[in-house]
């Protein structure tokens, strides 16, 4: 059973459009990042997300950590082929050293 | 900037062959990770060290074992290989400061067992 649930688990839009993704989980985070990852690389951190309701921007990226700090959403405004890639979120629980990762949601943009 | 170094980036392995995954750190970093990426399931965690000589078990240690004598090293040893442990493994590390530090990945080590 995965701690942290991604959906969708793939998204195939055109250029253009807006999508959203979700990360979901029952326990609370003191911390939530979204990584994104290319074939053939490690992750790399896109943000970081520690007070519940907070709102962070990234270009054309929008993170949200839900009030109770156990969720969060990445909404990408006007998609372009770039932004193709796996999503992955990442949480800290509470005192916890370890960062526990998301099944990922998986983001092709055509052109 | 090395970063993070994993070698080798591609193993094939008979099963029952053992092998140690290498992972090295020039960032001074106190924590380090072992993840296993499959299909779907996004990065699980194996095991994880809060500094030299502390380690500790992740989501899905079995068969696999860690040491950390350095700070900078952080070697993953395969006991027996079995055909569920094809993957690609990464190992990550990050400073101990603050609740929120970025983590930073290798390029990782792509392991078939057969």
């Known amino acids: 059973t995965q701690l942290l649930e991604q959906s969708p688990q793939f998204l195939s839009i055109q250029e253009g459009e807006n999508l959203t993704v979700y990360c979901n989980s029952s326990s609370v985070f003191s911390s939530l990042q979204w990584y994104r990852q290319e074939p053939g690389e490690g992750p790399v951190l896109l943000v970081t997300?520690?007070?519940?309701?907070e709102v962070k921007k990234l270009k054309r990226l929008t993170f949200q950590f839900g009030d109770a700090r156990k969720d969060s959403s990445l909404h990408i405004t006007a998609a372009q082929p770039g932004d193709t890639g796996l999503y992955l979120c990442a949480a800290r629980m509470d005192s916890s050293y370890k960062l526990i990762f998301g099944s990922g949601t998986r983001l092709l943009v055509r052109p | 900037n090395a970063g993070v170094t994993q070698t080798p980036k591609f193993q094939v392995l008979k099963t029952g062959q053992s092998m140690t995954l290498q992972c090295a750190q020039d960032?001074?970093?106190?924590?380090m990770s072992w993840y296993r990426q499959d299909p779907g399931m996004g990065l699980r965690l194996i095991h994880y060290s809060v500094g030299a000589g502390i380690t500790d078990q992740g989501e899905v240690p079995n068969g696999y074992n860690v040491s950390r004598s350095t700070t900078e090293d952080f070697p993953l040893r395969l006991l027996s290989a079995a055909p569920s442990q094809t993957s690609v493994y990464f190992c990550?590390?990050?400073?101990?400061?603050?609740?929120?530090?970025?983590?930073?990945f290798g390029q990782g080590t792509r392991l078939t067992v057969v």
């Open positions: 997300v520690v007070t519940g309701g």
């Open positions: 960032m001074n970093h106190e924590y």
């Open positions: 990550a590390s990050r400073s101990q400061g603050g609740i929120g530090t970025e983590a930073f």
